[in-house]
């Protein structure tokens, strides 16, 4: 914890990054994350978060296992999901918008 402590100090943000991947090509599928404003202990200011949340078009395909476990199925990626470059140009934005 005394690592972490001094990785953040002084900060006034922190981005907490969740990455689901296909089953055999382990391709990104989804990119979700959380960036929270931290005071100046810290932690994180309660009330003070932003949530993304995207879905990524595979080439290949999402396998049973990983459907089972995220709910994400091909039905919402062929619906839903951006091409990988534009989610992470959408995550990139999300990640320098201020509060």
């Keep these: 914890?005394?690592?972490?402590?001094?990785?953040i100090k002084n900060?006034?943000?922190?981005?907490?990054?969740?990455?689901?991947?296909?089953?055999?090509?382990?391709?990104?599928?989804?990119?979700?994350?959380?960036?929270?404003?931290?005071?100046?202990n810290g932690r994180i200011q309660k009330g003070n978060q932003r949530k993304f949340k995207c879905y990524v078009k595979p080439l290949g395909a999402i396998g049973r296992f990983v459907q089972?476990?995220?709910g994400i199925t091909e039905e919402i990626l062929r619906n839903e999901g951006v091409p990988l470059e534009t989610a992470f140009s959408k995550?990139?934005?999300?990640v320098n918008l201020p509060f």
């Design 68 to 70: 089972n476990m995220t």
């Design 91 to 94: 995550f990139k934005k999300f």
């Design 1 to 7: 914890m005394e690592a972490f402590n001094k990785l």
């Design 11 to 40: 900060k006034k943000t922190l981005v907490f990054l969740d990455l689901e991947g296909t089953q055999f090509s382990h391709e990104i599928i989804a990119i979700g994350a959380i960036k929270c404003k931290i005071d100046e």
